[in-house]
C-alpha cells in the first residue's frame, strides 16, 4: 500500500510573509527561533485578513519548528489574535483600570448601540468587528481605543462618532 505524504502546511505562509518572519527568527540565536512566534502569528494573522485558522497557526508552528499546540497556546492566550473572521475595523476597546475609571464602559456601551453588536461579534455588513481588550498600554489618554494599528485617546461618544463615520 503507497503511503500518504503530508503537505507541509508553510506552504500556507506567503513568500513576503515568510521573509518577514526570516527577519524576526533573525533576531534571535538559532537554536531560539520559536521566540519569534508571537510576531509570527501576527505576520499570519495580516496576512490572512485579520484572523488566524487552525491551519494557519499549525503552518506558522511547523515554520518555527514547535510543537503546533505551544503556537495554539500563544494564539488563544493573546487578545490580539483573532480565531475567526474579523470586519475590515477592528474596534479594540480597553476596558482596564485607568481607562475603566476614566469611562471605558460608557464608550464601550456607546460604540455597542452605535454598530448595533456586543464584544465578539461583526456587523452584518462586515465592517467592524468590537473586541474588549486589556490594556494597550496608552493609560495617560484614557479611556482609548485601537482601530488597526492606531490609537485613539481621551475618548468622548462625540470623539467615537467623529472616528467611526471617517471609517464608513
Avoid at 29 to 34: A, C, G, L, T
Avoid at 98 to 112: A, K, P, R, V, Y
Wanted: proline share 6%.
Amino acid at each position: 500500500m503507497p503511503q500518504s505524504k503530508t503537505v507541509p502546511k508553510t506552504g500556507l505562509l506567503s513568500e513576503s510573509s515568510r521573509a518577514e518572519i526570516d527577519r524576526w527568527i533573525a533576531k534571535y540565536p538559532p537554536d531560539r527561533k520559536q521566540a519569534a512566534v508571537i510576531a509570527a502569528l501576527s505576520i499570519a494573522q495580516e496576512q490572512n485578513g485579520g484572523w488566524l485558522s487552525v491551519e494557519l497557526i499549525e503552518a506558522v508552528a511547523e515554520y518555527l519548528e514547535m510543537p503546533p499546540i505551544a503556537a495554539h497556546e500563544v494564539a488563544t492566550f493573546y487578545t490580539m489574535y483573532d480565531l475567526k473572521p474579523v470586519g475590515r475595523h477592528k474596534v479594540c476597546v480597553c476596558t482596564n483600570i485607568s481607562c475603566q475609571l476614566n469611562g471605558s464602559s460608557w464608550i464601550m456601551n456607546h460604540i455597542q448601540k452605535r454598530l448595533g453588536i456586543k464584544p465578539g461579534e461583526t456587523t452584518t455588513g462586515g465592517e467592524f468587528t468590537l473586541k474588549e481588550v486589556e490594556c494597550l498600554a496608552a493609560c495617560g489618554g484614557a479611556p482609548m481605543m485601537m482601530i488597526g494599528k492606531n490609537y485613539y485617546e481621551n475618548l468622548t461618544p462625540e470623539r467615537v462618532d467623529e472616528i467611526l463615520d471617517k471609517l464608513e
